[in-house]
């Protein structure tokens, strides 16, 4: 019995079409780049109409902690002055 | 004219059905669980083939069969596929040897069809072409990393290589009616594609660390005319007998 | 001043309100050892559910009776690798190794779900599989797809978007069978009549009986009990039977007018045990082939592997 191989993980992002924004799809592995690209492919390709592929070995990603969440990140609204709505031009039918 | 070119389309529809059904026999056994979707999806795509070209075929001969009755009900003499396709998959090798060396072919062929003078069968090529650029991506991706892998791989390719590399000959070779299709300008003369063919072979197995066989006295033909070696009829039985044992029925 | 650090009570505690508020676990959040490892068992068990499955399904691809039932036979089988896929993935985000999972597959310790253990002997058997096992699998995988666990949520997503192609297909086929020669109906009464029973005892034990259900239930893993999810199937598949004129093998099943649902007849439990302890007719079969594909294939991961580590770089080297 041959010794166990391991594979590397790597993670799919895919665009579904040009502008948007690529999607974590899941996971697959490959002991390659190609051989991961390619099953990328075969896995996620089958039924969606994709634009692009990027995969990224598992490894490589860094990750915010669960825990330091409340730390990184504010409650949404919080800073109301990062909003498009706090801002109010001035009334644009004044006319001198 | 209409029967060189229902020739011309069981030839494509049966490489494509005998084709996608050996690649087919893998699922539930590939090597690995990625190989089981990308050599299903290179089964579907040569199938979909089939079953575009042979239905194009029985509209054409007008005898009142469809793709199903030419792909179930004809005998093994009837069958127009290249002996490539029919080899078995002795091993994952086999496989990857019988995918490079027949879209080696199947590549400028199907771009060379999309010109065809009759133009459902140049979609037919054209749909064929772009899906084949994928197969022999793949293709090519596993023979260079069998070829360059252990020396147990290396082996198992280049004994794959030896045995199957005789075959491609068949397709590149030009007869009477693909003469005749090509004066019509519905297909290309297969005569023309053998220097792309041979050289794109001969560059993967140098990059893949292989050695190209020398030509020798073993030049397997026939399978254009219908004479197959003893693969096919065994292939047929299993892929004909559920249909064969209830004759006029639908499924 | 640095907060105390929480013990595992307020832990626990913090976990179940963020279940019970709906909220989804990802891999990096704290969670009981005894959810994890639920979870490993869930998802793992599923996924070898999934490659197994493909074993009955595809042992009729190649005698498959026309070229679209081919292609459609294909594709599903295929997508069962798929799924496989994505649940070993999703496991693996729990901390544990594909070949770990495999592993334990081969040695017969992990199992899978023993529908599978039951042979196709006919090719309306590859339809039944679609119409019978594969409805049952969304009746539970419905609900699995709101699972408190992030990654298993979205693989059963995306599953159950894919299954309801392979219920469809599979009812056409048996369709196509019932409406056909008599030979061809007869072939579809007699797959419905194998695989009926084992089907209705793919929702596992009576509740009475189920070991692991309040746990998974409490920690919405699982959304309803096996007796109801069962019921809910019972009730899909009547009008589907009688629809194409096939008979369900089960003298008494009734319609129960008051709470307007149709009630099965008693299932025989010493069959559904037999076949959990390893006896069902393709048991040995299935698990056998596995191992030999698993060993066959190894000179070829062995190469991919060998390959990479020679030319170790983050190009695409086609």
Known sequence: MSAPTEFTLW???????????????????????????????????????????????????????????????????????????FYRPANPKQKR | MSA??????????????????????????????????????????NLDLAQAALGLAAELEARGRDADALAYFRDEAQFRNALLVEQPNVDFAWTIARQALFDAFALPNYRALEASAEPRLAAIAAKAAKETEYHARHARTWVLRLG???????????????????????????????????????????????????????????????????????????????????????????????ARAHPGARW | MAEPSPSDDDRERRFLERIDAGEKIEPGDWMPDAYRRQLVRMISQHAHSEVVGMLPEGNWITRAPSLKRKIGMLTKVQDEGGHGLYLYAAAETLGVSREELVAALLSGEAKYSSIFNYPTLTWADAGTIGWLVDQAAIVNQTL???????????????????????????????????????????????????????????????????????QLLRWKVKQLSNDAQRNWFVNLLVPQADAIGLRIPDPALRYDGEAKQWRHGPIDWQEFRTVLAGGGPCARDRVRVRREVQQRGAWVREAAEAHAAKHRTAELQP
């Open chain 2, 4 to 45: 060189a070119l229902v020739e011309c389309l069981l030839r494509l529809g049966d490489d494509g059905l005998v084709l996608g059904h050996r690649l087919s026999e893998w699922i539930g056994f590939a090597p690995v669980l990625e190989e089981e979707l990308a050599l299903g999806n290179i089964a579907l795509d």
């Open chain 3, 144 to 214: 699995l797809a709101r699972a408190s666990y992030g990654p298993y949520a979205r693989a059963m997503q995306r599953i159950c978007a894919e299954e309801r192609f392979h219920e469809r297909q599979g009812y056409e086929i048996v369709s196509a069978l019932a409406e056909g020669t008599p030979a061809q109906k007869q072939m579809a009464q007699d797959s419905l009549e194998r695989w009926w029973w084992p089907t209705l005892m793919m929702f596992g034990p009576p509740d009475t009986e189920s070991r692991h259900s309040e």
């Open chain 2, 148 to 242: 360059d892998g252990t020396d147990q791989s290396r082996a198992r390719m280049q004994a794959a290589f030896d045995e199957l590399f005789p075959y491609l000959g068949e397709l590149l070779e030009a007869d009477a009616t693909s003469r005749e299709l090509a004066a019509a300008g519905l297909a290309p003369d297969p005569s023309a594609l053998a220097d792309e063919a041979l050289a794109t072979i001969a560059a993967l197995m140098r990059e893949a660390t292989l050695v190209q066989p020398a030509p020798g006295a073993f030049r397997p033909r026939g399978g254009r005319s219908g004479r197959h070696s003893e693969h096919l009829g065994r292939m047929l039985a299993e892929m004909q007998v559920l």
């Open chain 1, 11 to 85: 993670e799919v992002f895919v665009q579904e079409k040009s502008g948007a924004p690529h999607t974590h799809v899941g996971s697959i592995h490959a002991a390659d780049a190609e051989l991961a690209l390619q099953n990328a492919r075969d896995t996620f390709a089958r039924r969606d109409k994709l634009v692009s592929i990027w995969v990224v070995e598992a490894e490589r990603i860094v990750a915010s902690r669960p825990e330091d969440a409340a730390g990184l990140f504010e409650p949404g609204p919080a800073k109301v002055y990062r909003h498009p709505r």
